[in-house]
């Protein structure tokens, strides 16, 4: 290690006063080149949580999370929930802040950011640069079944809370075990999984993921998900309601419903979601716990795909 990166190392540990230097000041534990026991603390100012978050947002590269969290419609309490409750393993904890951080060996990143001689062209698609956005969510290799198994298991939480409150099913199923039928039908409710819609007219999209058609309250539910990149989040939820209006409107008169209501369910590649994530639990039967899972299906799926593309 040259001595510069040592010097900007000891810096780093020293001046998060991180618990890892506590001990070592403390055993006097002289091993390494860092040699940390022998930093006098006094010389090193404390960082301030504020200095620390100022030194990561200026990061063109690594800061970009930070900027998406702080965004003024993004939930940030939320979107960081899964550190928080998600008993996620440490390893893949740690995976996941990474590709949150963009410091994954993605092509894209040997070539332009750790200057090797290699092609930036994604391994798989071959087509785009293979950022790690890209590997998250834009390419045309993984999108019909990584990125759909990843959508899918967000679905499933929805479709499975709703199996249950509508007495369709008597327990819920783990995302990752059920397969929703297309069709469940009872005491005249129909929860539809990935069907098509037979409308009248014909209209823009007829096939969103879930819908719910109530025959005894007259109301319906069309439902869909997705699980795009942080900075498609807030145009993805706009979209999907401007996308279902008109079957909506055809639904609505094909069962003489009282109402029917567009629910788009988005949550980002890295778990991120926006400030009316929590009103789901108002439109839809979820408790915080299913939220939670959603959002822990989003952010270990995406280290699953990253895993896998980049042991190819
Ligand atoms: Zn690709």
């Not at 498609?232 to 401007?242: A, G, H, L, M, P």
């Not at 369910?265 to 789901?280: A, R």
Request: one cysteine or more; hydrophobic letters at 40%; glycine letters at 4%.
């Amino acid at each position: 290690m040259c001595a510069r990166q040592c010097e900007q190392l000891r810096h780093y540990f020293v001046q998060n006063r991180s618990e890892f230097v506590e001990v070592i000041q403390e055993k006097n534990l002289a091993f390494g080149a860092l040699d940390l026991p022998s930093v006098d603390l006094v010389e090193f100012p404390l960082m301030s949580l504020e200095d620390r978050k100022q030194e990561w947002r200026g990061k063109e590269l690594h800061g970009r999370f930070l900027r998406v969290l702080e965004s003024q419609n993004v939930d940030k309490e939320w979107s960081t929930e899964w550190l928080r409750t998600s008993g996620i393993f440490g390893e893949t904890e740690g995976f996941i802040l990474s590709i949150q951080d963009e410091v994954i060996s993605t092509r894209g990143y040997q070539r332009h950011v750790m200057h090797q001689d290699v092609s930036d062209w994604c391994r798989l698609c071959r087509v785009q640069n293979e950022s790690i956005q890209h590997v998250c969510g834009g390419c045309s290799v993984l999108a019909p079944r990584e990125y759909l198994e990843r959508h899918n298991n967000v679905a499933k939480v929805v479709h499975q809370a709703l199996a249950k409150n509508l007495k369709l099913q008597e327990e819920e199923q783990p995302y990752y075990r059920c397969k929703p039928p297309q069709v469940m039908e009872a005491g005249g409710v129909r929860l539809l999984w990935d069907s098509e819609m037979v409308t009248d007219r014909a209209v823009e999209a007829n096939r969103p993921d879930i819908v719910v058609i109530d025959q005894r309250k007259k109301e319906g539910l069309i439902i869909d998900i997705a699980v795009p990149l942080d900075a498609n989040v807030e145009r993805t939820v706009v979209e999907k309601k401007r996308k279902y209006q008109p079957l909506a409107v055809e639904l609505k008169e094909i069962y003489y419903l009282r109402k029917i209501t567009v629910v788009p369910v988005v949550i980002s590649t890295n778990g991120v979601v926006l400030q009316d994530w929590k009103k789901l639990m108002e439109t839809l039967p979820l408790t915080t716990n299913h939220l939670k899972l959603m959002q822990k299906a989003a952010v270990l799926g995406t280290a699953n795909i990253v895993r896998k593309t980049l042991s190819l």
